[in-house]
């Protein structure tokens, strides 16, 4: 039962994250890596693959293979914004941040990956 809880408000959590992508993409485009191309669509392209696995934990389908993609966007997540973010850092204060995105995604990327590790 409290796997089953755990799961979902993961899943709710996760689809909150994908949902922010998609109503505020536009404020998020500035945190796309500018050597990549593309921009905003990053966003949407970021924002889909939450939604997508959250939908999977949710009806319980593919769940291993979502949990193991959304580890790996997430952990693409640090080292390409929220490391370099910290890294910019002019001060203790500016670090907050980006230090706050480096510990989200690593603890949600190692959750998920938790979740892959117990999924069929």
């Known amino acids: 039962m409290l796997t089953k809880i755990g799961t979902v408000l993961y899943a709710l959590v996760v689809a909150f994250f994908g949902i922010n992508h998609f109503m505020n993409a536009q404020g998020m ?7 990549l191309p593309g921009g905003v669509i990053w966003v ?30 997430l952990i693409i997540f640090v080292l390409t914004i929220h490391l370099p973010g910290l890294m910019r850092a002019e001060d203790e204060m500016a670090k907050i941040g980006p230090m706050t995105g480096i510990l989200k995604d690593t603890a949600m990327a190692a959750a998920a990956l938790v979740m892959a590790g117990k999924s069929s």
């Open 29 to 35: 485009a500035g945190l796309v890596p500018s050597w």
């Open 44 to 73: 949407y392209i970021s924002g889909a693959g939450l939604l997508a696995a959250a939908v999977a934990l949710i009806i319980n389908k593919q769940v291993r293979l979502a949990m193991i993609l959304l580890a790996l966007m």
